[in-house]
């Protein structure tokens, strides 16, 4: 039996290696999917026990659960967190068919997730079971239990900066200025990781406020800083596809690359999956 991977209006599939990558990533796009009315559904394929300096895996694991599902109600979105070890992911059958289940049920039109040039081997682990299941999931005697689609749904890939073996290449570019204060308090409620393991990692432990408005700047701040030479890399494009004064004005974006292993959007297909995107 197949169903047909297809909506009438554009469904986003996040699969990510950890709670708050999604958000990290992709915060942009997620918030005007859901300005647009459209479903969206946010997945960390770990559990995220890993991501702390004090706290055991025992105490992470519940708690980074709660944090992914209050970020996820600040835009109405689903957000769940596997239960596949922070730390430890490989790209193994469990993984592939876990998503190949994930994929054929919730029917998404775009599934966003990491490129398989990253620093983190749990971004990798995901980024390579979701291609590898990209097609599969169009096969019927592939996890059998579940109907098989009729298509398999676009793939991109979230936007990072490295550069070995390629950059990404942009294919949509998205002003994500408009949504940086809902990115922000999605973020905020990953409160173990962003005002603690992070601020640990980046030896800013002792910056972070105490109040929680005070918060909520101090992050919009790192965040920012972080993802600012995004813009910076591609200021070429956003110039040639706006003009000088305005194509130099956007500081934060995000960028979007189509998988080669999953079906291929056609330009009206693309607009309306990158919705306010430039393509380039």
Request: hydrophobic content about 40%.
């Amino acid at each position: 039996m197949t169903t047909s991977a297809k909506s009438t209006s554009p469904r986003l599939l996040v699969l990510s290696a950890h709670p708050d990558d999604a958000e990290y990533h992709a915060g942009g796009l997620i918030c005007l999917y859901r300005q647009l009315g459209r479903a969206v559904k946010l997945v960390s394929v770990t559990d995220g026990g890993a991501g702390h300096h004090e706290k055991t895996a025992a105490e992470l694991v519940p708690l980074r659960r709660a944090e992914a599902t209050a970020a996820g109600q600040i835009i109405g979105a689903a957000y769940e967190t596997w239960d596949f070890p922070d730390g430890r992911l490989l790209p193994t059958l469990d993984v592939r068919e876990r998503i190949i289940r994930e994929i054929r049920q919730y029917r998404p039109d775009l599934v966003l997730t990491h490129r398989t040039c990253d620093y983190h081997p749990d971004h990798r682990a995901v980024a390579q079971a979701v291609q590898d299941a990209s097609y599969l999931v169009t096969v019927p005697l592939v996890v059998p239990e579940v109907p098989a689609l009729r298509a398999d749904p676009v793939v991109a890939y979230l936007p990072d900066l490295f550069t070995r073996p390629v950059p990404i290449r942009a294919d949509h570019l998205l002003d994500v200025s408009p949504y940086l204060d809902t990115i922000v308090r999605m973020l905020a409620c990953h409160q173990s990781q962003v005002f603690e393991w992070l601020a640990f990692e980046a030896r800013l432990l002792d910056s972070v406020p105490a109040g929680q408005q005070d918060r909520l700047e101090w992050l919009k701040t790192w965040f920012t800083r972080q993802i600012g030479p995004r813009a910076d890399r591609y200021r070429d494009a956003l110039i040639t596809a706006l003009g000088e004064t305005r194509g130099r004005e956007i500081s934060l974006i995000e960028m979007f690359e189509i998988s080669e292993y999953a079906s291929q959007p056609d330009t009206k297909q693309g607009r309306a999956l990158f919705p306010n995107c430039l393509p380039t």
